[in-house]
């Protein structure tokens, strides 16, 4: 059981009995958790993290090296694809900010703040309404568009301050505690 989490990610490490006594993890957290272990084998292509970074630091609050990190981290783990891959890692940072609940509607329509804008796939994707259809503007030029207050974007970073700091937490209690448990 051991040996095998070695290589099948951390889901038997998270099962494994010096974690029981925890609570249990929310599968989001089992999720990054096993992105954060299993570095990647592959280099991230700088380019599309900064397009994508650009837009969580036009709404999210955080700033440019706290956004480039948060797209490398995302950015790692996608499958290799020839084009399009800004496209693929806006789609998973949008889920993750969705399974998080930092922000369940990101990134936020300029018209119909209640829902999320979606990504045409078109060269370059275009943020748009799927209500009214309207094309708001490219991938990474969510700054052109949005403009949050300076209360809501503190309530967001604070939001994925907390989630960070929890995925912090647990993985310095699983270093600590798998360094007493190797045999
Ligand atoms: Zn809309």
Redesign the pocket.
């Known amino acids: 059981m051991l040996a095998r989490s070695m290589t099948g990610g951390c889901t038997d490490l998270v099962n494994f009995s010096f974690f029981s006594k925890d609570r249990p993890l929310p599968p989001r957290v089992r999720e990054l958790l096993d992105r954060a272990l299993n570095e990647p084998a592959e280099p991230v292509d700088e380019q599309v993290v900064s397009v994508v970074a650009a837009d969580l630091g036009a709404t999210l609050g955080c700033v440019q090296a706290e956004a480039m990190e948060l797209a490398r981290r995302e950015a790692r783990h996608l499958p290799r694809v020839e084009d399009g891959e800004a496209f693929e890692l806006a789609e998973k940072v949008q889920q993750w900010l969705m399974d998080t609940f930092i922000d369940t509607t990101w990134p936020a ?1 300029p ?2 703040p209640n ?1 999320p804008l979606w990504l045409s796939d078109d060269k370059p994707p275009m943020w748009t ?4 259809g309207r094309e708001f503007c490219q991938l990474g030029q969510l700054a052109t568009v949005v403009s949050p207050t300076p209360e809501e974007l503190a309530a967001k970073h604070e939001r994925l301050a907390k989630e960070e700091a929890q995925l912090r937490a647990f993985l310095q209690r699983r270093r600590l505690q798998g360094g007493q448990g190797q045999a």
């Not at 309404?129 to 009214?132: A, M, T």
């Open positions: 329509c018209d119909h829902h309404c799927s209500r009214s």
